[in-house]
């Protein structure tokens, strides 16, 4: 089947919000929130990815409208279903149906990534899920770069979205 692919967090979802809870949380200082998330190591990384992979401050997410209105343009166009592909573990499905269901773009299926595949790179896995289901990604939207990639070069048909420029919203 024919799809159109998309990421949730940081390409629909502007994570900022959840990002910088979590910091604070954990007691670190910072001006860019996504920036330090990038740079943790050791018992903070840890810390930090607990609380967000968890559903504590999953509210704090808000949508990202320029690739929204992307996708919905790119949906009426070529009448692709949509199909959600994220780094997300299962645990945090529902709240992360509601915060999709809410941007009100429809959609075939939300793929969130199993719990055996939790230690697997974003680049390796999505790979994996894409094959296990057959789809045939026509579009793919992202904002990692190096998922791009792999995804571009298991699926070379595909036209590839980078969205990581989108402006982050103001926190």
């Known amino acids: 089947m024919q ?4 990421d949730i967090d940081g390409t629909v979802l502007d994570v900022a919000g959840r990002t ?9 200082e910072f001006d860019d929130p996504l920036a330090v998330s990038r740079t943790l190591r050791g018992d903070d990384n840890k810390r930090f990815y607990e609380l967000f992979l968890g559903t504590k401050y999953i509210d704090l997410d808000t949508p990202m409208p320029r690739v ?3 996708l919905r343009a790119l ?8 199909i959600y592909l994220s780094g997300r573990l299962t645990n945090v ?7 999709l269901e809410a941007i009100g773009l429809p959609f075939e299926a939300l793929a969130l990534r199993p719990f055996r595949y939790r230690f ?29 990639k792999a ?5 070379p048909e595909a036209l590839l ?6 402006p982050p919203a103001p926190l």
């Not at 499905?93 to 915060?99: F, H, L, M, V």
């Not at 790179?121 to 990692?144: C, L, M, N, Q, S």
């Open 161 to 166: 979205h980078d969205v990581s420029e989108a």
């Open 120 to 148: 697997k790179r974003a680049t390796e896995w999505k790979v994996i899920a894409i094959r296990e289901v057959g789809y045939e990604p026509v579009h793919i939207f992202d904002d990692d770069a190096d998922v791009l």
């Open 20 to 28: 910088a809870a979590c910091l604070r949380e954990i007691g670190l």
């Open 68 to 70: 929204i209105e992307q």
């Open 151 to 155: 995804l571009g070069a298991a699926f």
């Open 93 to 99: 499905e529902r709240p992360t149906r509601k915060a």
């Open 75 to 82: 949906m009426e166009e070529t009448k692709l279903p949509l």
């Open 3 to 6: 799809v159109i692919i998309a």
